[in-house]
């Protein structure tokens, strides 16, 4: 028995009534990235203007990797590549840009210049790694899931690297190491050298010896260990130089000749004047050291000793002093093999006379 359909009071529903809810609900497909559709409008602005551009660029669009409802082609990755490389190229320009201006500034020192430019380095990537994403339609909520493992790899593995960069910067703050100053290095086996710092860089400190060796020193290294800097104050520095005469020698003399020998130098400053102190009584000589004040440790110290010692022999040899050299009492013990020897050597010595009578 059929009923009337105004009589029924739950009416099936029509094919249209269950269409129309199943096309509203579906998610239409979308993109991962907004330059996929800046893409697609490149490819009918070209199209519309000629052609042959228009069919070359469906050909590239034409090799495309799908994966569900992401579809991604050799035109998309092309245009991907050019946005990546025209943000790099803009930053580096304006990098240039800010730190030729940066060098203009007078009133800056050099170390507030190179602050400044790491500053601005910093800055500049930052703003081109926004910019980058934004123009390739990343959208970083997407990212969430993975912000967690990132910032623990971060935390774990690149701790180190944040570290020596917050502490170069905070080096170049505090004005503690600069360029241009002079400092002590220990090497690896413990050995004490002294080095020209040369570059401060955003993971360690270049520090150049006078044998053309460079040290590369972490930047967080010389934050949180001592750090014997011979120019952060003022670039004088005394030396050292160790001198030994004979006990028999005119002391006054010698320390007379010792000045004389420091003042010669060409590198020894006039004031403060050099001076000489006695040390001590050595095992063959007197000890004295001669302290000499120079203005210029990066030019080194060695040769400033060298040019002291060398004035300094031709004074002694001049006047007379003796230079000592160790000296040794030696006792031989009575033995039946040493008193054969000794008439051994007797025996030779007379016959050695015979023979020249």
Not at 122 to 130: G, K
Not at 314 to 327: A, D, R, S, T
Request: negative net charge.
């Amino acid at each position: 028995m059929t009923i009337p359909a105004a009589d029924n009071p739950h009416p099936a529903p029509t094919p249209t009534s269950e269409a129309a809810p199943a096309v509203a609900s579906a998610p239409a497909a979308s993109d991962p990235l907004e330059v996929v559709e800046a893409a697609d409008r490149l490819k009918q602005g070209v199209t519309s203007k000629s052609e042959t551009a228009g069919a070359f660029l469906e050909r590239l669009d034409g090799f495309a990797l799908e994966m569900g409802d992401i579809r991604f082609s050799l035109l998309d990755a092309l245009l991907t590549a050019s946005v990546i490389l025209l943000v790099i190229a803009a930053a580096i320009l304006f990098n240039r840009i800010g730190q030729r201006l940066i060098r203009n500034i007078s009133r800056f020192d050099d170390t507030q210049k190179l602050l400044s430019e790491k500053i601005l380095t910093v800055i500049v990537w930052t703003a081109a790694f926004l910019i980058g994403v934004d123009l390739l339609g990343i959208d970083l909520t997407a990212l969430a899931f993975f912000g967690g493992a990132f910032g623990l790899a971060i935390g774990f593995g690149l701790q180190k690297t944040f570290g020596n960069l917050i502490a170069g910067i905070i080096l170049l703050m505090d004005k503690s190491i600069k360029p241009g100053d002079v400092i002590a290095v220990t090497d690896m086996a413990g050995n004490e050298t002294f080095g020209q710092i040369r570059k401060i860089g955003i993971r360690a400190v270049s520090v150049t010896t006078r044998d053309e060796r460079e040290y590369l020193i972490p930047n967080e290294n010389l934050m949180i260990n001592q750090v014997e800097n011979w120019s952060y104050s003022s670039k004088r520095v005394r030396m050292q130089v160790q001198v030994g005469v004979s006990y028999n020698a005119d002391m006054k003399l010698a320390e007379e000749l010792m000045l004389k020998a420091a003042k010669a130098a060409p590198r020894v400053l006039d004031t403060p004047p050099p001076t000489v102190w006695m040390c001590g009584y050595g095992d063959n000589s007197v000890d004295f050291t001669i302290h000499c004040w120079i203005e210029d440790p990066e030019e080194g110290i060695g040769n400033v000793r060298s040019a002291v010692l060398k004035n300094l022999w031709w004074l002694f040899k001049e006047h007379g002093i003796e230079i000592p050299f160790p000296q040794r009492d030696i006792n031989l013990r009575d033995s039946a093999q040493l008193r054969a020897l000794i008439a051994a050597l007797a025996g030779r010595a007379e016959d050695k006379a015979q023979a020249l009578r």
